[in-house]
């Protein structure tokens, strides 16, 4: 996809971070835009904002992305204000808790609702329109680059972001396949100035754990040391920019940081020589 003048666009997780700058990315572009997100005081100032800099159509819509009934309801509203999807952005996501063992039921039905089935659902619901259009369009999805490495951040973060790594490979094939017109994108985000940190505000009430997971002294250091590192990360509009040049590029794997490859070598290393990986290299941080 090379032309984004009066396309349509959707976005999800729209109401900050790096959803909010590849919005305004698409309003620079001029482009119709579709916000979606679960925070609707922050969806509402986000959208104000917005028109009162650009002249572009803008819809909003309050979206819990974990639940299918509402992307369907966000897929038809986007009809029924624009009659048209090129460009779709699954971009919501939120940053989970507990390890291997120690992760909650409650945590990893919140993670992988929100990181991993989203984008199930998302594709599911509007490529087929997409399809129909018969004009070109593009995907992204966002994944992390702890989608590409080995056992960093936590594991219900993992496990999902490297999901959404394999779900997209799927579909760059799937879309070969078809000879389709549509393009499509995993974008690999290292660190990024944004909150993801605080995602729990955002986690419903039915999939809060009944108590406080205590903390260990080693975690609270790493929280710590995490919030520091993140408030000094890449400025979601660089993240944008980035993004855009790869959809005009038709390129698959989208990554904002080199300084990760050496790890991905590794992995991949370890993997086809049949060797544990290094203990250090799970440190995310150095």
């Given amino acids: 996809m090379e032309y984004f003048q009066d396309k349509v666009a959707v976005i999800t997780g729209a109401a900050s971070g790096i959803g909010q700058a590849l919005a305004e990315r698409c309003l620079q572009e001029g482009m119709k835009v579709m916000l979606a997100d679960v925070e609707a005081d922050a969806l509402t100032t986000t959208a104000a904002t917005f028109r009162a800099r650009y002249n572009n159509p803008i819809e909003t819509q309050v979206v819990d992305v974990s639940v299918l009934e509402a992307l369907t309801a966000l897929r038809d509203a986007t009809l029924e204000a624009y009659g048209a999807v090129h ?78 790594v394999a779900l997209t490979e799927h579909l760059y094939r799937d879309l070969l396949v078809a000879d389709a017109k549509l393009g499509c994108s995993v974008l690999c985000p290292g660190i990024i100035r944004t909150n993801i940190g605080d995602s729990g505000r955002n986690r419903p009430e039915a999939l809060k754990n009944a108590a406080p997971v205590a903390l260990t ?67 995310w941080l150095n």
């Fill in 87 to 164: 460009l779709l952005f699954n971009n919501a996501g939120v940053g989970g808790a507990g390890g291997a063992w120690t992760g909650t039921e409650q945590d990893w039905a919140w993670v992988i609702g929100v990181n991993l089935m989203s984008v199930v659902h998302g594709q599911r619901l509007f490529v087929p329109i997409m399809l129909e259009q018969d004009e070109p369009g593009h995907i992204v999805n966002t994944a992390s680059v702890a989608g590409l490495m080995g056992g960093v951040t936590n594991a219900p973060y993992s496990v999902t972001k490297h999901g959404v």
């Fill in 217 to 283: 002294p080693q975690q609270e250091a790493l929280r710590a040391q995490f919030a520091a590192v993140m408030a000094e990360g890449m400025q979601p509009s660089a993240v944008a920019e980035t993004v855009f040049n790869g959809i005009r590029k038709n390129q698959l794997y989208i990554q904002t940081h080199d300084q990760f490859n050496e790890r991905i070598m590794t992995r991949a290393e370890d993997i086809t020589q049949g060797t544990n990986p290094d203990p250090k290299i799970f440190q």
